[in-house]
């Protein structure tokens, strides 16, 4: 694991590679490890030297929840542990009952509730960072200054320690910027999709981190022969290419890829190690 570390508000000293939990669960769709192996993942990814994990009260299924595998694998939290949560837009969860309408959870009673139900589920007293999710679907009307300020007022209450945006424009960034500091921005990026280029080097410039969702493809995994060829030159595999691409993007990038294999995880990890060329960056640009 590479020693190279960011600090998410100044303070909050991570590494560059961090893990997603929403595959452990199976939230949205799609099959999830065992228990075991969930917990085991947890562990160890701390274990191998990750100190990033981003979860949501919402990633849940079936009773399998994520933030209750993260508190039964890690709680008590290593110092040194950052856990990013979110909340907003897409608020469903096993402890949440809100209506079918995706920005009520933009309210800010629902931002309340949602903030209190990650408190509930990881067992801690005030949560490291929030993102505050403006979402994916129709949100015209849905504007960030409202529930940002909502999520600024309980972070002056101590409930949250510092505050992030996610799914988000650069017009949102600017203007959320007014209303609250933002320590990290979470979107989907990737070598693959990468409208989000002049946003990744705007939070650069602003000393913001930039979170990638979909690292290694999400849904879709990442295939091209591009990739292929620059992970054959290194004896690597495509979704360590495709982390090591993020990693040297920009020092402000900070991805999460997720796994519920514990072959994969360490396979992620040591993408930290895996030195692009700069002939590689050519390649995988074209
Ligand atoms: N803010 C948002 O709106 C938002 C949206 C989506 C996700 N997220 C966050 O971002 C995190 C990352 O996104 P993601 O997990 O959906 O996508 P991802 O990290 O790009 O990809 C995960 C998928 O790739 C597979 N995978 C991972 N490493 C692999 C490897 N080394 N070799 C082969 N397959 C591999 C996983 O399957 P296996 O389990 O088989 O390894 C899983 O199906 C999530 O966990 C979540 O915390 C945030």
């Known amino acids: ?44 990814a701390v274990r191998l030297g990750v100190n990033h994990i981003d979860t949501s009260y919402y990633y849940a299924r079936d009773g399998v929840a994520a933030n209750d595998l993260i508190r039964e694998a890690l709680h008590p939290y290593p110092d040194d542990l950052v856990i990013v949560t979110k909340v907003g837009a ?43 999710r403006m979402g994916d679907l129709d949100r015209a009307g849905a504007a960030i200054a409202e529930p940002l300020q909502a999520l600024y007022g309980l ?9 992030g945006i996610s799914n988000v424009t650069a017009g949102e960034f600017g203007v959320a910027r007014t209303v609250a500091p933002i320590v990290c921005v979470q979107n989907l990026y990737n070598l693959a999709q990468r409208d989000d280029d002049p946003l990744v080097d705007a939070c650069a410039e602003a000393g913001v981190a930039y979170v990638p969702f979909f ?49 994969h995880l360490e396979e992620n990890v040591a993408a930290a190690n895996l030195s692009l060329t700069p002939e590689d960056l050519e390649d995988l640009a074209a």
């Open 1 to 44: 694991m590479t020693s190279e570390r960011w600090a998410l508000g100044g303070d909050l000293k991570v590494g560059r590679l961090g893990y997603g939990t929403m595959k452990l669960t199976g939230w949205p769709r799609g099959e999830r490890p065992e228990r075991d192996t969930a917990l085991e993942v947890l562990r160890r």
């Open 90 to 132: 897409l608020v469903e969860g096993p402890d949440v009952a809100l209506p079918a309408d995706r920005k009520t959870g933009l309210t800010p009673a629902n931002l309340r509730r949602a903030v209190e139900a990650n408190l509930r589920s990881l067992g801690v007293d005030r949560l490291d960072v929030v993102n505050l």
């Open 155 to 163: 972070q002056q209450e101590g409930l949250i320690r510092h505050l």
């Open 215 to 263: 690292p290694v493809g999400g849904f879709q995994p990442l295939a091209a022969a591009r990739l292929e060829a620059v992970a054959g030159r290194h004896g690597a595999t495509v979704p360590q290419v495709a982390l090591a691409w993020l990693l040297a993007r920009s020092p402000n990038i900070l991805p999460i890829p997720g796994t519920g294999s514990l072959a």
